[in-house]
């Protein structure tokens, strides 16, 4: 009997213990989360901090805990947005840059930045960045037209035609709301560069639709920055890089207008230390950027971003050398002066090579 009775009570130890530890284990492994404390841990030490990421936007789903490690091709894209969200935190800390830096949220800022209030997202225009092509995503996504194919040319840039509200269009508090909720970016490139393709467009090709460049704004700038009185060609890449680097462009800039945004700083177009966007993407790594962009603000199973021609986005330092050739180093240190920066904010390299 008395066997027995340890015989029993053994028993039940046994399916007590297992009791337990099936309790045990429904804890470890099936939280409502679907991820371990221990997986969680394992997570957190794996994801560095980078400062404090923008409060509407969760973790990139790349860098969602899945148990194992991620491979390190995985780990570093995300990784890399955010660093790039943390370096501009640190240069907007920087006092010493702050004029170059820090802007008012004004009229002309608020005309630069789009808005998809279907999808929630903001899209500030930085020109010579390929923009053009994301102005065709948000149409598109707004519902203006079916796909981005079917989109006239004529009609990306027609703002009464293209379906892309503003957000100076809004009230106040609805200006405010947006800032605060929706997902916002905009895309940058090497400054130099962009001031190379700005010059083209404008003022070498100049399109037919855009007369002004050639017959207006070009004979003011060689008026006021020609060095060479006698010569009488049409605006000269120096001539531009003069009136850039003047301390007091400003003046001029009035009488121009808002076609100065081809060319003013990304600081003074998008305002990245006071408005707090959720990536930046950079023309140099946009086949990468442009599909993370679009995942990151839910829309990547809805529209595509259009394919980009091989070699596009490389920085080219031949061209830049060859645009700079000739051009006094004076006036180059005074154009880098005023878009420092952009360089520093963005982490493109100061061009030693073009300023020593």
């Known amino acids: 009997m008395h066997h027995q009775w340890l015989l029993l ?3 039940f130890w046994v399916i007590f213990m297992f009791m337990v530890a099936s309790k045990f284990i429904t804890l470890t492994f099936k939280d409502p989360d679907g991820y371990s404390a221990k997986q969680e841990f394992l997570f957190l030490t794996t ?3 980078v400062g404090k990421l923008p409060e509407e936007k969760h973790f990139p789903e790349e860098l969602q805990p899945t148990g194992k490690m991620l491979p ?6 995300p990784l890399i947005y955010l660093e790039r969200l943390e370096l501009i935190r640190n240069v907007c800390r920087d006092e010493a840059l702050k004029n170059l830096s820090h802007t008012v949220v004004s009229k002309f800022v608020l005309d630069r930045i789009f808005v998809c209030d279907k999808h929630q997202i903001l899209f500030c225009q930085t020109p010579k960045v390929g923009n053009t092509q994301w102005k065709k995503v948000l149409i598109v996504l707004n519902g203006a037209f079916p796909s981005i194919e079917e989109i006239p040319e004529n009609v990306v ?18 200006i405010q709301k947006r800032l605060k909720t929706y997902f916002k970016f905009f895309i940058v490139r090497d400054p130099f560069e962009r001031l190379i393709s700005a010059f083209k467009d404008k003022f070498v090709h100049n399109p037919r639709f855009e007369p002004w460049y050639r017959h207006e704004i070009a004979p003011g700038i060689i008026k006021k920055y020609r060095r060479n009185r006698t010569e009488t060609r049409g605006i000269q890449f120096e001539d531009f890089v003069r009136y850039l680097g003047d301390p007091n462009h400003r003046w001029l800039d009035i009488q121009f207008g808002d076609h100065i945004i081809h060319w003013v700083t990304y600081a003074e ?3 990245p230390c006071e408005i707090k966007y959720s990536v930046i993407g950079h023309h140099e790594t946009l086949e990468e950027d442009a599909p993370y962009i679009l995942r990151e603000a839910g829309i990547d199973h809805l529209v595509s971003y259009p394919t980009i021609p091989p070699g596009i986005t490389v920085y080219n330092r031949t061209k830049v050398e060859h645009y700079f050739l000739g051009i006094s180093k004076r006036d180059i240190r005074r154009l880098y002066a005023r878009f420092k920066g952009d360089f520093k904010l ?5 061009p030693d ?3 020593n």
């Open 9 to 11: 009570a053994a028993c």
């Open 47 to 49: 994801v560095p901090e």
């Open 72 to 77: 390190d091709s995985r780990l570093d894209q």
């Open 157 to 174: 840039h027609d703002h009464e035609k293209n379906g892309l509200p503003r957000l100076s269009s809004f009230s106040k508090a609805g």
């Open 269 to 271: 177009l998008c305002a």
């Open 346 to 350: 963005f982490g493109y390299q100061k």
């Open 353 to 355: 090579f073009l300023l």
